[in-house]
């Protein structure tokens, strides 16, 4: 009898336990319902009372945009795009997603002035009619993963705003990066990361590499970038993935990073600028041939290097001893590059910003 009434106890304290448990947090799937409003306003979705939250899925697919100007908004999952399109204009404040989906089996756009967009993943042209285009013209995109576009008109424009790594990753395929011209270059923050991108870059503007880690432009066997602003690195390293990476780009010798041929024997250049050193050297120990158009670092038949100003001029550049500087010797000597002043003819003026110098070893 006692083990009969010890038995029932330890029922009615589980049943107990059950009834006054909270019931189970379900997620719940909100629409955007009108075609212009602020994301943080509850009447803009579904049923005009709540607000998604973090365990949500929020879908912008009615041809609306939604602006985000505050901090806080959120949601799980976010579909922009379906059959009658959608998009999130971002000026300010915050918003945090796992997943973001820009151009979901629709046109989806979002587009980023100010603020921080903190996205798990983002996921360009989710299904075969996805059209995802995401505008970066200002603020900080933080992102852990960026999955392959299944079509070449998904595009992630920067111009001006700040990628951020929030993890080591890669995205490739038919990614195309466009650097809008406007006079602030794009920034990518690795942020002490690992992060290769290796879709085509295009575009007037240019790009500066912040923080620590590494930045990987393009791998082998992808098609060539053809951006043509300036490529500083102010932090970390800026690898090349192929030799044509930074074949349309002016490398600003002026950043604290350090640039990495990796193991290509050849990386042309569209153009040196500013003091500084750069590595004639890759990782194996091999002899890089460093070529670029005018003013720049060019290469004579023999293998002395030379420097060309725009007008044609040869400034003659000598090792850390002063004896003529060839290829042959780039594993230990210096080479000492005077940067010659813009349609300067002579040597007594061929000083544009100091003497910039090239070194075997890396870009410091």
Known sequence: MAALRAGLHRLMVAL?????????????????????????????????????????????????????????????????????????????????????HIGSYGSGTFTQSGGTNT???????????????????????????????????????????????????????????????????????????????????????GLIKAGGGTLTLGTAGFSPNIYAGTTLISGGVLALGNSAALQESTLDASGAGTLSFGSLGAAPLGGLTGPGFISLTNATGGTVATTSAKPALGIYGNGRAVFYDASGYNWPTTNSTGSPFTLSGATAAALNVPLPASGATSATNYLRSGSGSVAAGQLV
């Open 119 to 205: 996205a798990g993943t983002l996921d360009f042209s989710e299904g075969s009619s996805g059209n995802g285009v995401y505008n970066l013209a200002g603020g900080t995109l933080i992102a852990s993963a960026i999955a392959d576009p299944n079509n070449e008109s998904a595009c992630l424009n920067l111009g001006g705003g700040t990628l951020q790594a929030g993890a080591s990753f890669s995205t490739s395929y038919w990614m195309n990066f466009t650097l809008p011209s406007g006079g602030v270059n794009a920034t990518v923050n690795t942020a002490g990361y690992a992060l290769t991108l290796a879709g085509t870059i295009s575009g007037p503007g």
């Open 16 to 100: 107990t336990v059950l009834l006054l448990a909270p019931p189970a947090v379900r997620a719940a799937v909100y629409s955007w319902n009108v075609l212009s409003g602020d994301w943080s306003a509850a009447l803009s979705w579904t049923g005009g009372t709540t607000l998604p939250a973090s365990g949500d899925t929020a879908y912008v697919a009615n041809g609306g945009t939604a602006t985000v100007d505050t901090t806080g908004p959120t949601c799980n999952t976010l579909f922009l795009g379906g059959t009658g399109g959608g998009a999130v204009l971002m000026t300010t404040g915050s918003f945090a997603a796992t997943t973001e």
